[in-house]
Every structure is written in structure tokens, then in C-alpha cells.
């Protein structure tokens, strides 16, 4: 036994991957819903919806990625599952607390600290693949650029899908924001054969709606009435049409192309919205296998032990890609500026 595990159980497998899946998905991250998390042995996935397909790189901890490579349009592909790694380095403050055996105190200290870093790495895994899940919902294709690679794969939605409101709904005046939701939600249905479960927005999306007075006067008889969303919604679901509800969740990541800067990134734009199905109808978020689990699948935990010069590293490791079996469930709509 070498490296963390000798100083603390807790660094051990499998105790330290079963004490990483029950951190939690984050509260604001919504996209299992539509696409549930479904664990495979497969590492490649046939998808016949999709005319074009690529196969991605490895994301592994600011390492170099290898170059992308694009296949020819056809009518069924394989798509393969990319791998997610983050991991973080243990200072020699870290280590040299946790090995204080004349302070047990110091040790435990330490020993949560650095569980509060695994828990913070999983979080960002969580965050990279609620990414690729809204790359594919909110914009139909998974649009990766980075060192001078650019990669577009499309998940097979029509164009007839992507609608965009004539008079976008934060004019001044001419809007026509229920003429256009009555639409939209009529399109899906004859498209899907079944209506869409929710409308997932913004909150910058939904208090334009509730600030119109044509809807104000529609849901309450008065225009200057102040409308609340409970309100909205109640007469949207009366009209068998799909409440809203607010997104408004983001990832944040270091920009190389600015020397590492920080930099926030939305899941889903401001401006627009998206028509979704709950449950499987839309597909499934695949974790495949990783040669770290030994070609099992799921999120995995571990510690890495290197020598000359000692290091000791907390790695978490993940294969993802979002399956979409039922692009006609996702419709995105441009509604504001």
C-alpha cells in the first residue's frame, strides 16, 4: 500500500469511489431529467439518427489534446464515448498533515480537506458532462473549439426544429408571445405525436413574458397586473400548452487562449429556450468504461503515488457522451435580442 491510502481509509477502493458518487449532482443542473444517466460497457455507441458523427479527444487536466477527426456524412455512424479526467496534486503541507501521527487532530484536518478537493473535482466532471448534455438539447450539435480544433457534431435534428420568434419578444412593440408559444407547442406536437413536457428558459426569457401585457391581459384580464410564473403556468397547462420554468446555470473554465483566465460560460443562451421531453424519450447521458475502473463504467475515484519526486495525486476519472435516440423530443427557440 502506498501514497494516501496508508494514511487514511478513506483513500482506499472502493470506500473512496462509493464516497464520491454520493456527492450529488449540483441543484441548478437539470440536464439528467431529460437525458438520464445510463451506465454501459460499451465504449462506442450506434446511433442511427445522426447523419454526422466525430470522435473527441480526451478533456484530461490541461494535458494536450490529440487532434479531432471528422467522419464523412452517412446514414448511421458510431459514435465513440470521450473521456473526462481532473485531477489535483497534493501539496507537500497536505501530505506532511496527513502523515502527523503525534496529531491526530491535524491528520483529520487534513484528511477532510482533501476529500472537500475530490468532491470539488467531481463537481467539475458533473459540470463537463451537464455541458455536453445542453450542447446537445439547446443547440442540436456539440460545438467544440480549442487550440485551433473545431468540431461541430450534429445529434440529427431538422432545421424545421430550430424556431426563432419573428418579433423577438423584448421588442418594444409588435410581440406576439402567445401567438408564437400556441405555434411552437402545436409544431411539437405534430411532430413528436405528444407535447412537450416543460419550456426550459431563462429568467431573463420569463420575465419578458410576464412583463408583456398582452399576456398579463391573457392570464389575468388586466394588463398592468403583475403576473407571477405559478400564474403563467396554470393558464399555459390549461391551454395544453408546456409550463416554463427558469435555467439559468453556467460552467466556469480557465481559457488558454488568455493565459488561463477564469471565464463563465451559460449552459443554455439568455435568449433563447427549449422545448424538452423528461425521462428517455430524448436518449441517455452513456458513462462508459474506463481503463482506470478496469474497463468499468461510472465515475471512479482514486489516488496516484509517483516517486523522484515524490507526488502524491486525487484523480477522478469519467467516460461520457450524450446518446440522443429522440432528437424530434428537443426544440430550441430563439425568442429574445
Known sequence: MAGLEQYS?????PLFTNVIKEVPIKKGYIAHRFLPREETYETKFHESQVVRQADMANIVSGLAEVPLTDRDPMKAVSGEISDI???YVVTKEELGALMDK???QRR???ETQ???KAKTIKENIDARIEWMGWQAMGNGRLIYEKDGIYLTTD???DPAQFKTAATRWDAITGTTIITDYEKWNQDYLDRAGEGADTFVT?????RTVLNDPAVRKAVSGASEKLLELTELNKFLIGRQMAPM???DASVTYRDVKTGGKRVSQRLLAANKGVFLKEGKAIGEQLLGPTIENEMNPGIFAHTIHAELPRRDIIQVVASSFPKVLGPQFIQPCTVLT
Open 155 to 157: 445529434f440529427g435534428l
Open 114 to 116: 482533501l476529500l472537500g
Open 85 to 87: 479526467s481532473q485531477g
Open 245 to 247: 420554468e427558469a435555467f
Open 102 to 104: 503525534g496529531n491526530p
Open 202 to 206: 431563462s429568467i431573463q426569457v420569463i
Open 108 to 110: 483529520k484536518i487534513a
Open 9 to 13: 481509509p478513506f483513500f482506499a477502493n
